[in-house]
């Protein structure tokens, strides 16, 4: 499986994210049952991990025998993000410890206008 490039739609600063894939191989859902992933956002791509972010996630029941992934991204970890555009990948590390990176790309992080909920 070679990686997918693509770019997010721009996600709010402050917000909770939460990023939806469906892992497949030649069309079909991979069974993603204890492998675990990691999304890292970064201003400058060689910078050293974790960059400017960086969440691990996992597949919880039923959902992972279906390749379905939810990145989800608390807004603490967003809220002091710089509005800019990232670059960003998504690892997997399967239960053999393999590793590969399925999406390379780019996400723009736009300013939330709310800056206070209390």
Do not use: E
Not at 76 to 89: E, H, K, M, S
Not at 90 to 118: A, H
Request: hydrophobic share 35%; aromatic share 8%.
């Amino acid at each position: 499986m070679s990686y997918t490039s693509k770019d997010l739609n721009p996600l709010v600063r402050g917000d909770d994210w939460t990023i939806k894939l469906v892992i497949t191989s030649n069309g079909t859902p991979v069974n993603i049952t204890g492998y675990s992933f990691w999304f890292t956002l970064k201003a400058d791509i060689d910078a050293a991990d974790p960059g400017n972010l960086q969440v691990t996630a996992s597949a919880g029941s039923p959902d992972a025998a279906s390749g379905i992934l939810y990145i989800n991204v608390n807004s603490n970890l967003t809220a002091n993000l710089v509005p800019q555009t990232y670059n960003y990948d998504v690892q997997q590390i399967d239960t053999g410890n393999k590793v590969q990176t399925l999406l390379i790309g780019k996400v723009k992080v736009v300013k939330d206008i709310t800056r206070s909920t209390s």
